[in-house]
C-alpha cells in the first residue's frame, strides 16, 4: 500500500467500493429470495442460481424483440424487469407445486432434489440458449460515467442497479412487514399449525413464497445482464456466496441479510484490488466461516422460538 | 475360547451382513477382471476409489445424520499427497535438464520458482507420504469438525460451510500455480520407486490392491458400525438432544465418524492418482463433492455396499451416456437425483430390500432346513448316547 499517495487511496478506495456495490446489489437480490425461502419454510434452494439466470434469459429476449422495434432500445429494461420477475415467479409456482411440495420437514434432501433441478435447468438453458455467454446492449442512458473528481470514476449503469435493489428491498420490506400477506407469511414461519387452525392456507402461503423468492432471483437476473454476460452456468456461480450471505446474516432477518451482503461484497471488493481476486475471495470466504464459528446464529438471530 | 467368542462376534451384527461383503468382494477380485478387459478394468478402479469416499458419506451421512458437501477436500488432500510424491519423482534432474533450474517439478519451474517450497520437502520420501495420506485427510476433518460440533453447528449450516471450504481449496490450488500445478494439476506421474506404474501388469496389481484396501474399509465400517458406537451414532441422528441429555459428549461422537469418513476418503484419493496418474482441482469441488453425495444416495445411504454400487453404475452409466449423448446426461442424472430423493429415499439397497431378498428367501430356506436336520440328527444322536 505503501507506492500510493493518500488520495490515490481514497480514490481507490472509492471506486473498488462502488465495484463492490454492483456485486452487493445483485449479491442482496439474490440473498433476498433465498433468505425468504429458507426463513420461511426451511427449503434449501440450490436452483437459485438458476432461477436468476431465467430472468437474465427474459431481459435478454426482451432486448432482441424489443431491441428491434425503434425508438424502444432506451426503455426496454423497464419492460424487462416484471417480464424477468413473471417468468422466474412462475416457474418458482411450478416447482413448488411439483417437487418442494413433498419435501418440506426434509432439509437436506430438499438441497438434494433441488441440486437435481438445477442440472436439468442448465442443460435446458444450454440447449435453448446455446453453451456461449449472451450478453445484453446497455440502453445508452446507462453507458457514461459519474465523475466527482479527476480520479473518480463512476459508472451510471451501477447507480442504477443500487437504486433497483434498494426499491426490491422496500418492496419486500413493505411485503413482509405491513401487508396482509406478510402477516400470513410470518405466522406462518412462527407456528405453522395455529396459523392452520385460525384459517391461514398454510400451504397457499408456502407456495406464493417460494415463487416470490424465485421471482426476486429473477429480478437479481435482470440487474445481473446489466453488469456481465450470462451464460446457462452464471447461475452456480453465485450459490455459495449467497448462502454464505444468508447464513452470515442471520436467515430469517431482513436487516441481517443487508448488513450481510453489504459486508461480504465489500470485503471482497476492497481486498481484490490489493490481493487479486483468487486470494480476496478466499480470505472473504475464511473470515465468514470463522465468524460463523464463533457466532453460528449469524449476525443477527431472528427471535422466531422453534 | 474367549478369542473365539470375539471372533464370532465381529461377524455377527446388525448392519452389512457379511454376505454382502462377500458377495461385494467375489464381484470386484473374480467376476470384473475376468469380463473387461484392461482398459474397461482401469476405469472400474478409478470409480471405485470414488466409492471410497461414497462409503465414507454412507458412514457420516446415512448413519450419523452429517452431510458433508465437501468430501472432495478430503479425496483431494489423500490424491495431491501421492501425487506431490510421484511428481517429485518423475521430476529428477536427469529428465528436467531441459529446465532453468533442473530437478524441480515443471509447473514451478514455469512460474520461475527455484527450490522446492517447504511443503513439499516431506513428500521427498514414500514413508512420509504414507503417513500423509492416512493422517492429512483425518487430521483437517479433526480441525474442521472440532470447530463445527463444539459450537453445535450441524444440518443445513454444516453442509453450506463444507461447501464452502471446496470451493476455497479449488480457488487456493488455482490460484497459487507455483506450487500446486494450478487448474491443471499435477500431471504426468509414470513411476513409483522406478516401478512403472502405468503398463498393465502395473494396473492390474493396482486395481487388485484397490479392491483388497475397499473391502477393507468396508469391514472397519461395520465393525464400528456394529459395536456400541455404532448404536449411539444411530440414536443421536434421530434424537440429538436426548442423546446429550443422556451424558454422551455428542460432537465427540460426531467429529470421530467425520474423520473416519475423511480416513477412508483420502485413501481413495491416494489410489485414484495411483491408477489414473493424475490430480486436479476438478476433483474437489463444489461438483465432485455432490457427485459423490449422489452415489452414496443411489446406492442407499444405509447401506454400506449400497455406496459402492451407487458410485460404480452411476460412474459407468455417465461414460457411456455421456459418451453417446452429453446432453441428455445432464437430464438424466438431474433426474435420477430428484427420483431418488422423492421415490427412493434409501437408494438401490431399499428396493433390494424390498423385492430382491424374496429371490435369495428359498436358497436360505433350504440352507435353514439343512442347518435344523442336521443339528436335530446330532440332538437325536447325543440323546442315543444317553
Same mark, same amino acid.
Given at each position: ?257 443487508? +448488513?450481510? +451482503?453489504?459486508?461480504?461484497?465489500? +470485503? ?39 | ?55 465414507? /458419506? ?174 449411539? /451414532?444411530?440414536? /443421536? ?150
Amino acid at each position: 500500500m505503501s507506492g500510493f499517495s493518500s488520495q490515490e487511496l481514497l480514490a481507490i478506495f472509492a471506486m473498488q467500493g462502488f465495484a463492490g456495490v454492483s456485486f452487493f446489489s445483485v449479491l442482496l437480490l439474490m440473498a433476498l429470495g433465498l433468505a425468504i425461502i429458507y426463513g420461511q419454510m426451511r427449503v434449501i434452494n440450490m436452483a437459485h442460481g438458476e432461477f436468476m439466470v431465467i430472468g437474465a434469459y427474459a431481459t435478454y429476449l426482451c432486448s432482441i424483440t424489443f431491441g428491434a422495434l425503434p425508438g424502444m432500445m432506451d426503455y426496454y429494461l423497464f419492460i424487462a424487469i416484471p417480464i424477468a420477475f413473471g417468468s422466474a415467479f412462475i416457474v418458482g409456482y411450478i416447482v413448488e407445486l411439483a417437487l418442494i411440495r413433498h419435501l418440506y420437514h426434509r432439509p437436506l434432501d430438499t438441497l438434494l432434489a433441488t441440486w437435481g433441478l438445477a442440472l436439468i435447468m442448465q442443460q435446458g438453458f444450454r440447449s435453448a440458449f446455446g453453451a456461449r455467454e449472451v450478453s445484453v446492449a446497455v440502453p445508452g442512458w446507462l453507458r457514461g460515467s459519474y465523475r466527482p473528481t479527476m480520479m473518480i470514476d463512476i459508472p451510471l449503469n451501477g447507480i442504477a442497479i443500487l437504486v433497483l435493489t434498494l426499491l426490491v428491498t422496500l418492496g419486500v420490506w413493505w411485503f413482509l412487514y405491513r401487508s396482509r400477506w406478510g402477516l400470513r407469511v410470518r405466522c406462518t414461519t412462527a407456528n405453522r399449525d395455529m396459523s392452520g387452525a385460525v384459517g391461514i392456507n398454510t400451504k397457499r402461503v408456502d407456495r406464493i413464497t417460494f415463487a416470490l423468492g424465485c421471482g426476486i432471483a429473477g429480478i437479481a437476473g435482470a440487474a445481473f445482464t446489466t453488469i456481465s454476460s450470462t451464460g446457462p452456468t452464471s447461475g452456480s456461480l453465485y450459490i455459495v456466496d449467497t448462502f454464505l450471505v444468508v447464513v452470515f446474516g442471520g436467515a430469517g432477518s431482513l436487516v441481517g441479510t443487508i +448488513a450481510s +451482503a453489504f459486508s461480504i461484497a465489500q +470485503a471482497q471488493s476492497l481486498m481484490e484490488f490489493f490481493l487479486g481476486s483468487s486470494m480476496a475471495k478466499v480470505l472473504t470466504l475464511l473470515t465468514v466461516i470463522g465468524i460463523l464459528l464463533i457466532r453460528p446464529e449469524g449476525l443477527i438471530a431472528s427471535k422466531v422460538r422453534r | 475360547m474367549n478369542i473365539m467368542n470375539s471372533l464370532y462376534r465381529l461377524f455377527q451384527g446388525r448392519h452389512g451382513s457379511l454376505g454382502s461383503i462377500l458377495l461385494l468382494a467375489i464381484i470386484l477380485m473374480v467376476v470384473m477382471p475376468m469380463m473387461f478387459d484392461i482398459y474397461r478394468l482401469n476405469l472400474a478402479g478409478r470409480y471405485l476409489t470414488y466409492a471410497f469416499v461414497a462409503l465414507g /458419506l454412507v458412514l457420516c451421512w446415512g448413519y450419523g445424520g452429517i452431510l458433508s458437501l465437501g468430501q472432495g477436500i478430503f479425496f483431494g488432500i489423500g490424491g495431491y499427497a501421492m501425487a506431490m510424491f510421484l511428481k517429485i519423482e518423475a521430476s529428477d534432474p536427469v529428465s528436467t535438464s531441459i529446465q532453468s533450474t533442473p530437478g524441480i517439478p515443471d509447473f514451478m519451474d514455469w512460474n520461475r520458482l527455484t527450490e522446492l517450497p517447504w511443503f513439499w520437502v516431506p513428500f521427498n520420501s514414500l514413508t512420509l507420504t504414507i503417513i500423509a495420506v492416512l493422517v492429512l485427510p483425518a487430521a483437517f476433518a479433526y480441525l474442521i469438525g472440532f470447530a463445527m460440533f463444539k459450537r453445535r453447528v450441524s444440518g443445513v449450516y454444516f453442509a453450506i460451510i463444507t461447501q464452502a471450504l471446496a470451493v476455497v481449496l479449488t480457488i487456493l490450488i488455482i490460484g497459487q500455480q507455483g506450487y500446486t500445478g494450478g487448474i491443471n494439476g499435477i500431471t504426468d506421474l509414470r513411476t513409483l520407486h522406478g516401478w512403472d506404474i502405468r503398463d498393465d501388469s502395473a494396473r492390474y496389481l493396482l486395481y487388485y490392491l484397490n479392491a483388497i484396501l475397499l473391502i477393507g474399509c468396508l469391514l472397519i465400517g461395520r465393525w464400528v458400525l456394529n459395536c456400541k458406537y455404532g448404536r449411539i /451414532l444411530s440414536a /443421536l441422528r434421530d434424537k440429538e438432544d436426548r442423546v446429550r441429555f443422556s451424558g454422551y459428549d455428542v460432537a465427540n461422537f460426531k467429529i470421530f465418524i467425520f474423520c473416519l469418513a475423511a480416513f477412508i476418503s483420502g485413501i481413495g484419493g491416494a489410489m485414484f492418482t495411483l491408477q489414473v496418474g493424475f490430480m486436479s482441482p476438478s476433483f474437489i469441488g463444489i461438483v465432485p463433492s455432490i457427485e459423490f453425495v449422489i452415489f452414496a444416495a443411489v446406492g442407499g445411504r444405509l447401506s454400506l455396499v449400497g455406496g459402492v454400487y451407487g458410485a460404480l453404475i452411476v460412474s459407468f452409466a455417465k461414460t457411456m451416456f455421456a459418451e453417446a449423448y452429453p446432453q441428455l446426461w445432464q437430464f438424466l442424472i438431474g433426474a435420477v437425483f430428484i427420483v431418488v430423493v422423492l421415490v427412493l429415499p434409501y437408494g438401490l439397497a431399499s428396493v433390494y430390500g424390498r423385492y430382491g431378498r424374496r429371490l435369495f428367501t428359498p436358497v436360505k430356506d433350504w440352507f435353514s432346513k439343512r442347518k435344523a436336520n442336521s443339528s436335530g440328527a446330532s440332538a437325536g444322536l447325543k440323546e442315543k448316547r444317553s
